[in-house]
């Protein structure tokens, strides 16, 4: 897995697979992108600063073993 994160637009990208890229789909602030056979490749995190200051934040509070949705 590589990450990287892209100051000026604040997305932070996380590439899972070196497959090429077939197509994307956006959901919420989260853009997916799927190879051919629908395995995700790369995913990007709009407003990643928001979206981390909310993860730390949650996680925080969290107990052991549960979820909590952000």
């Known amino acids: 897995m590589r990450i990287g994160y892209d100051r000026k637009k604040d997305i932070l990208l996380l590439e899972v697979s070196r497959k090429p890229v077939d197509h994307a789909e956006e959901m ?3 853009i997916i992108h ?3 056979q629908n395995h995700p490749v790369l995913i990007e995190v709009m407003d990643a600063s928001d979206f ?3 993860a730390t934040k949650v996680t925080a ?3 052991a073993e549960e979820l909590i949705p952000l």
Do not use: L, V
Request: proline share 0%; net charge positive.
């Open 61 to 63: 509070r969290a107990k």
């Open 28 to 30: 919420g602030q989260f």
């Open 52 to 54: 981390i200051s909310a």
């Open 34 to 36: 799927f190879s051919k």
